[in-house]
């Protein structure tokens, strides 16, 4: 285990560069074995999840080599065989094997996924869109059997009861290879469907309507992967940084940045008084000055991301008045707020609304990243913070934060990484950026 040691209250300035996205990354890897040709992404992240992917595929005779953000994946000797625990239970992203698999060789055993604990999330539209398909679903001491019927699966009119990124995705791998026509209505548009869409396509399949209401797809029965997919860029990570800089920068450029699948984000960071420039494909944030407090409330996208609520609170508890926060997606998405309290935050929760008050100045102490973003909004926090902050279990916020400490120590933070046992000397020589890839 791994511990992140934050010595805050230095300003940070310069630039950062946002890496792949995570949640197109998580999907894109599982989906290459639909390919029957080596496939080649670019602009991977470093992270934990790719890492645990990677493992995932090697139990099915898939190799991978990584060479610093291009991996190459060769499912061209892939045994199909089940997946019914162990390492699926590392990342709640491992259940698009389930599509895939079933895309692939009509059957999967899937293990229930794992990942971070931020309230339910229930599977049940993915297992319609699988039945809509044909496809036979039964759960069996916690995993997933799912099996094609003997003529192979085929097309079919789904329409999601709810809108769901992950039973889109799951559906598009499933379908891509099925007789016929699958149209799916009331689908999630995040960009990330839109790359895994773009991905699909030139392999050869037939997909339409990605980032609309309805997706269409005409089934076609192989994928070859012909030229290397480069990975959208990472609006969560650039929002995050785009909340660190406004909380604790003296002016820092964020590059490699869509701006337009920033859209909701950044008209929320206007509302509060953050002054930024939106250039081609970077944002510079200026100093902040006074800053007011804001509602923000979670939707599907285009709406403000549910990723991107908890970076954000560490900036609005430096805004005047009183504001909350409504995340309609994961409504117990609240972790991270007995934390900020335990650093002097002025924040409660009531009835799952985030209610957030003016803090003068957080105090650094111990704390614990029970997710992802959590861990972000402690390590912003951190930064603000007098004095020093450790955040424990730091391996939530290395599964989805590509090279995170040495993008803050590149913007003049002071921050570590140590283990768990470690005593660590604030005047020490560690090198945190070889400690980091240790961690990786």
Same mark, same amino acid.
């Given at each position: 285990?791994?511990?992140?040691?934050?010595?805050?209250?230095?300003?940070?300035?310069?630039?950062?560069?946002?890496?792949?996205?995570?949640?197109?990354?998580?999907?894109? %890897?599982?989906?290459?074995?639909?390919?029957?040709?080596? $496939?080649?992404?670019?602009?991977?992240?470093?992270?934990?999840?790719?890492?645990?992917?990677?493992?995932?595929?090697?139990?099915?005779n898939v190799s991978s080599e990584l060479n610093e953000t291009?991996?190459?994946?060769?499912?061209?000797?892939?045994?199909?065989?089940?997946?019914?625990?162990?390492?699926?239970?590392?990342?709640?992203?491992?259940?698009?094997?389930?599509?895939?698999? !079933?895309?692939?060789?009509?059957?999967?055993?899937?293990?229930?996924?794992?990942?971070?604990?931020?309230?339910?999330?229930?599977?049940?539209? /993915?297992?319609?869109?699988?039945?809509?398909?044909?496809?036979?679903?039964?759960?069996?001491?916690?995993?997933?059997?799912?099996?094609?019927?003997?003529?192979?699966? /085929?097309?079919?009119?789904?329409?999601?009861?709810m809108v769901s990124v992950g039973a889109t995705i799951n559906?598009? !791998?499933?379908?891509?290879?099925?007789?016929?026509?699958?149209?799916?209505?009331? $689908?999630?548009? +995040?960009?990330?469907? %839109?790359?895994?869409?773009?991905?699909?396509?030139?392999?050869?399949?037939?997909?339409?309507?990605?980032?609309?209401?309805?997706?269409?797809?005409?089934?076609?029965?192989?994928?070859?992967?012909?030229?290397?997919?480069?990975?959208?860029?990472?609006?969560?990570?650039?929002?995050?940084?785009?909340?660190?800089?406004?909380?604790?920068?003296?002016?820092?450029?964020?590059?490699?940045?869509?701006?337009?699948?920033?859209?909701?984000?950044?008209?929320?960071?206007?509302?509060?008084?953050? /002054?930024?420039?939106?250039?081609?494909?970077?944002?510079?944030?200026?100093?902040?000055?006074?800053?007011?407090?804001?509602? &923000?409330?979670?939707?599907?996208?285009?709406?403000?991301?549910?990723?991107?609520?908890?970076?954000?609170?560490?900036?609005?508890?430096?805004?005047?008045?009183?504001?909350?926060?409504?995340?309609?997606?994961?409504?117990?998405? &609240?972790? /991270?707020?007995?934390?900020?309290?335990?650093?002097?935050?002025?924040?409660?929760? +009531?009835?799952?609304?985030?209610?957030?008050?003016?803090?003068?100045?957080?105090?650094?102490?111990? $704390?614990?990243?029970? +997710?992802?973003?959590?861990?972000?909004?402690?390590?912003?926090?951190?930064?603000?913070? +007098?004095?020093?902050?450790?955040?424990?279990?730091?391996?939530?916020?290395?599964?989805?934060?590509?090279?995170?400490?040495?993008?803050?120590?590149?913007?003049?933070?002071?921050?570590?990484?140590?283990?768990?046992?470690?005593? $660590?000397?604030?005047?020490?020589?560690?090198?945190?950026?070889?400690?980091?890839?240790?961690?990786?």
């Amino acid at each position: 285990m791994k511990k992140m040691i934050i010595h805050g209250g230095k300003p940070l300035s310069g630039e950062v560069v946002i890496g792949g996205a995570k949640n197109s990354t998580v999907a894109l %890897i599982p989906a290459s074995i639909l390919s029957e040709s080596k $496939v080649q992404l670019d602009g991977v992240p470093l992270i934990q999840d790719v890492k645990n992917l990677r493992a995932i595929l090697d139990d099915m005779n898939v190799s991978s080599e990584l060479n610093e953000t291009c991996l190459e994946i060769d499912p061209t000797q892939i045994v199909s065989k089940p997946l019914p625990n162990g390492k699926i239970k590392s990342l709640r992203a491992s259940y698009y094997f389930m599509g895939a698999l !079933l895309g692939r060789f009509g059957k999967a055993i899937v293990g229930m996924p794992g990942g971070d604990d931020i309230g339910p999330r229930p599977i049940d539209q /993915h297992i319609k869109g699988f039945e809509a398909l044909g496809a036979r679903v039964s759960n069996e001491r916690g995993a997933m059997f799912i099996q094609a019927p003997d003529e192979g699966l /085929h097309g079919a009119r789904i329409y999601f009861d709810m809108v769901s990124v992950g039973a889109t995705i799951n559906v598009i !791998l499933a379908a891509v290879r099925a007789t016929g026509t699958t149209i799916i209505e009331n $689908v999630a548009k +995040e960009p990330e469907i %839109i790359d895994l869409a773009t991905f699909l396509n030139n392999m050869g399949a037939k997909i339409r309507g990605a980032g609309t209401d309805t997706i269409r797809i005409e089934g076609v029965p192989h994928l070859y992967a012909r030229n290397s997919h480069t990975i959208i860029p990472d609006r969560i990570e650039a929002g995050t940084y785009l909340s660190m800089a406004a909380a604790i920068g003296n002016g820092v450029t964020v590059k490699n940045i869509i701006s337009e699948h920033l859209d909701s984000f950044l008209a929320k960071m206007e509302e509060i008084g953050v /002054h930024f420039d939106v250039n081609e494909d970077s944002i510079y944030v200026y100093p902040t000055g006074d800053l007011k407090m804001v509602t &923000v409330k979670t939707m599907p996208y285009p709406g403000f991301a549910t990723d991107l609520q908890q970076p954000i609170t560490p900036l609005l508890l430096k805004a005047q008045g009183e504001g909350m926060i409504v995340d309609t997606i994961y409504p117990k998405r &609240v972790r /991270h707020v007995p934390e900020l309290v335990r650093m002097g935050a002025n924040i409660t929760v +009531e009835n799952d609304i985030i209610l957030l008050h003016h803090t003068d100045q957080l105090q650094g102490t111990d $704390v614990t990243a029970d +997710e992802i973003r959590a861990g972000a909004a402690l390590m912003i926090a951190g930064l603000m913070a +007098e004095g020093t902050t450790t955040i424990h279990k730091v391996e939530n916020i290395l599964r989805g934060y590509d090279r995170v400490i040495m993008k803050l120590t590149n913007l003049g933070a002071n921050v570590e990484m140590a283990d768990e046992a470690d005593v $660590v000397d604030a005047n020490s020589a560690v090198d945190p950026v070889v400690a980091e890839k240790k961690a990786l």
